[in-house]
């Protein structure tokens, strides 16, 4: 079954922090690039952060040193470490999947065949 399962989400004040976690095993067996993105309502989806199989890793400009993007030393699982949030981080986060090395474009929703179903987070000021 292709099926990536996000959990961690929730309501946090503004100034919190959360952390997101992904099972994203099925991909990880060789070449592949994982990604998080979010979509607040209204919106179109954007991506906040990527890591490929070598390890390199991309931010939005907008969470850049706040948010950290991880996997576990299993590659079982995806983690987003989310601080100092803010009210505009509020979105439906989704984590997405791609069977290739990519070096590029790595925030593109495009590039990636197999998404999650999402997970909420809330930000209050």
């Known amino acids: 079954q292709d099926q990536l399962v996000e959990s961690g989400g929730g309501s946090v004040q503004a100034g919190g922090s959360l952390r997101l976690s992904c099972a994203v095993s099925?991909?990880?067996?060789?070449?592949?690039?994982l990604a998080w993105f979010r979509q607040a309502p209204g919106k179109e989806r954007e991506g906040v952060a990527a890591?490929?199989?070598?390890?390199?890793?991309v931010y939005a400009t907008s969470v850049q040193g706040r948010f950290t993007i991880s996997e576990d030393t299993a590659k079982t699982t995806l983690y987003l470490q989310m601080d100092s949030l803010k009210p505009e981080d509020t979105a439906m986060y989704y984590c997405?999947?791609?069977?290739?090395?990519?070096?590029?474009?790595?925030?593109?929703?495009?590039?990636?065949?197999?998404w999650g179903q999402g997970t909420q987070v809330t930000v209050s000021s």
């Open positions: 997405a999947a791609d069977q290739s090395t990519r070096w590029s474009a790595l925030l593109q929703p495009d590039n990636y065949p197999y």
């Open positions: 890591i490929n199989s070598a390890h390199f890793r």
């Open positions: 099925r991909y990880t067996a060789s070449r592949y690039s």
